[in-house]
């Protein structure tokens, strides 16, 4: 287990902007309790003074006034933009945090989680937190400092009206806590169905072709409805409460409002308070009443920020379970024999064995076929060499030393891999060959799409290899996204290749062209490759034949179909439906 960090080791590096803050904070609310006690001052003794007097004190104090106001300008001017800068630097270094811990997470991790809700960690859990982490402590000082210091002020000119002017804060407070809490599970639920909604508009938008071939949009309609009727449903409960919260909260106010000057007036015909002193009362109202409000705002603020907080440090706890382990040597000078010991894996504990006590080695440079019914294991036992998952049992080494202790990035600097679906980044054809080698020269970015066979329908791009593919590459077809992502192999130019079923969605024009790159890129190279298409295999040396109970036959295209066994069994299948 990693170290849990603590919340407050976050404003270490901001620690002067961080008590500059409470500093002025702190001002802030000492010029709030200041003003009302120059204006009872005035209305007390100074009016009373010499009129020439009077009117000289009174633009002394007004110019004191002003200079507090606009210091307290400054002070609020400091709060609203340092403090807030301090909260977003904390926050950016909260997301790079977890950026680069996503990085390392390894795909069993991704297995098992949605993609738009390791999104919300990074932007909505992280504005909670640093929300909590630059407003939390500033109210926590500008409420108290305001609440006792309005109770200390007021105590001292009158005990009894103190008391009549305070006797609704408990009950606010209470009122106040009932419907904030109430507020805020409403808006919890609020959330929820905003991240249901939002996944579910993800989920279709990344299938709207599918959604499209079958004509089911009314369908989906249907389907967002539930959400959406569920949203609406959600905010108008969050809305009663919230409705219920403020109006109540005014409706107090203005009670001990009521209070003040009744129990203010019942006195000042006793002569036990003055018609200034139940001025400065009124004008401390708001002054006291203030921090009901932050403080319960406060706790909502703490909630959200700190179970944003605990799941942030959920995320970061995770430690990755494939890394390098202590003393991994580099994988350097790659033959690229590939042994696998009695192999077992199985994805999660509990769960069948995928592969069990797999025995297989592999020549340098050799080419390898792994044929096998859907679901055999055939992309598992691939991706078991770069690591991506870790076996359960034995071994795999590459050239004789143990994939795992090997550094990752060296072991996976050596394999290539060309899958089924291609992914290309937002960017140009450019970019994403270059991305097999970043630092590698024009020149040999176009020497490899050449090898691809991908430079002809490059250069008739409109711009070429500068193109802007767009999202996803919607705008080039299967085959030349295939090509494109063998230019990248061929760039990265590792001794070890594996294709998963490289050319299994392309139809046979495209698949001639993507295998014959596909061809020459495995030239003088260990390759594994796993291919539906039992024609595009006949020349491997080597073919292996998985099922669940392991490998059931080995040898080439004419050996297996000597020995008339499953091999034989599924080529005989294709080979009459292709006949058809
Ligand atoms: N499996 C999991 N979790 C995964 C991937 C696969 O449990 O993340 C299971 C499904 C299947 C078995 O492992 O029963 C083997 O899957 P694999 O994808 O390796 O099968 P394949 O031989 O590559 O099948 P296909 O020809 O359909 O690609
Ligand atoms: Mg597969």
Sequence with gaps: MEKKKSIFSYYKPYKKIFFADMFFAIMASIITLVIPLVVRYITSTVIYYETDEAFRVILKLGLMMTVLILFQCYCNYFIANYGHVMGAKIEYDMRAEIFAHYQKLPFSFYDNQKVGQLLSRITSDLFDITELLHHGPENVVISAMKFIGAFVILFTISPKLTFAAFALIPFMFLYAWFFNRKM?????????????????????????????????????????????????????????????????????????TVIVLVAGGILITKAQVSVTDLVTFLLYISIMTDPVRTMIDFAE???????????????????????????????????????????????????????????LHVDAGEYLALVGSSGAGKTTLCNLIPRFYDVTGGSIKVDGKDVRDLTLKSLRDHIGIVQQDVYLFVGTVYDNIAYGRPDATREEVIEAAKN??????????????????????????????????????????????????????????????????????????????????????????????LTENGIEEEGTHTELMKKNGIYAGLYRMQFADEEV
Excluded at 320 to 328: F, M, N, V
């Design 452 to 545: 691809a066979n991908a430079h002809e329908f490059i250069m008739a791009l409109p711009d070429g290899y500068d193109t802007d593919i767009g999202q996803r590459g919607v705008k080039l077809s299967g085959g030349q996204k295939q090509r494109l992502s063998i230019a990248r192999v061929f760039l990265k130019n590792p001794p070890i290749l594996i294709f998963d079923e490289a050319t299994s969605a392309l139809d046979n024009e495209s698949e001639r062209v993507v295998q014959e790159s596909l061809e020459k890129l495995a030239k003088n190279r260990t390759t594994f490759v796993i291919a539906h298409r039992l024609s595009t295999i006949r020349n491997a040396k080597k073919i292996l034949v």
């Design 301 to 359: 603020m703490f909630q959200n920020g700190y179970s944003g907080y605990e799941r942030f440090q959920e995320i970061l706890a995770i430690e990755p379970d494939i890394q390098d382990s202590q003393g991994s040597e580099e994988l350097t000078d790659v033959k690229g024999t590939i042994d696998f010991e009695n192999v077992s894996f199985q994805y999660e504990e509990n769960t069948e064995k995928v592969l069990s006590h797999i025995d």
């Design 184 to 256: 805020k599970k409403a808006f919890a639920r609020n959330r929820v169905k905003i991240a249901d909604i939002n996944a579910q508009i993800e989920d279709n938008l990344s299938g709207i072709r599918v959604v499209k071939s079958f004509a089911n949009e009314s369908v989906e309609e249907e389907k967002f409805k539930v959400g959406n009727d569920g949203f609406l449903a959600a905010k108008k409960d969050s809305y009663l409460y919230m409705g219920g919260y403020h109006s109540g909260l005014t409706a107090f106010i203005n009670m001990i």
